[in-house]
């Protein structure tokens, strides 16, 4: 079974900042595209940014444009989100999504609250 787990939620004011991570047991992590995909009650889910395995091809939501960045260390299997000037309409469950040959493996979530 392919392993996905994300770390580093938490609770931050307006402006705050936080570091995801997302590592996974996928057996060809090269060859992995990864994503960052947030949730929250009344809204559905969202795209937040994605990485290709060569760090190639990068996107990001525009509502976090600018304020987050992605990136990926293949060595370790793992995927980062670097989150700043976070707001209150961050607040989300964030999942990280895995996608190799066309399969999609998801992780259990993070929560990241954002208080105003």
């Known amino acids: 079974q392919v392993q996905v787990l994300e770390s580093g939620g938490g609770l931050v004011q307006s402006g705050g900042s936080l570091n995801l991570s997302c590592t996974t047991s996928?057996?060809?992590?090269?060859?992995?595209?990864m994503n960052w995909f947030r949730q929250s009650p009344g809204r559905e889910r969202e795209l937040v940014a994605g990485?290709?395995?060569?760090?190639?091809?990068?996107k990001y939501g525009e509502s976090v444009k600018g304020r987050f960045t992605i990136s990926r260390d293949n060595a370790k299997s793992t995927v980062f989100l670097q989150m700043n000037n976070l707001k209150p309409e961050d607040t989300a469950i964030y999942f990280c999504?895995?996608?190799?040959?066309?399969?999609?493996?998801w992780g259990q979530g993070t929560a990241v609250t954002v208080s105003s």
């Open positions: 996928v057996y060809d992590f090269k060859n992995t595209a």
């Open positions: 999504n895995v996608r190799v040959m066309g399969q999609h493996y």
């Open positions: 990485i290709s395995w060569a760090a190639g091809i990068i």
